[in-house]
């Protein structure tokens, strides 16, 4: 299991952030939870569209760190 921090989807300024806790590989990424600033879990409240948006981050940003090595 592993997290990282990406965009609210539910900030619509782009400036809060999530932890999104998941597990696997992009393009196998699941979500396991999204923690807000006030420590709900918000996961159950994106939908599918949002929930991609995070996985995209997340494979970006390790896709990145991966051709930076």
């Given at each position: 299991m592993m997290s990282r921090h990406c965009?609210?989807?539910h900030d619509p300024y782009a400036q809060a952030?999530?932890?999104v806790t998941f597990e696997g590989v992009f393009p196998?990424?699941?979500l396991l939870?999204?923690?807000?600033r006030e420590g709900d879990?918000?996961?159950?409240d994106?939908?599918?569209?949002?929930?991609?948006?995070?996985?995209?981050e997340i494979a970006a940003f390790y896709y990145e760190a991966?051709?930076?090595?």
């Open positions: 965009l609210d989807p952030e999530v932890l196998d990424i699941r939870s999204a923690i807000d879990d918000i996961l159950s994106l939908i599918d569209e949002q929930k991609r948006d995070l996985i995209d991966r051709s930076a090595a």
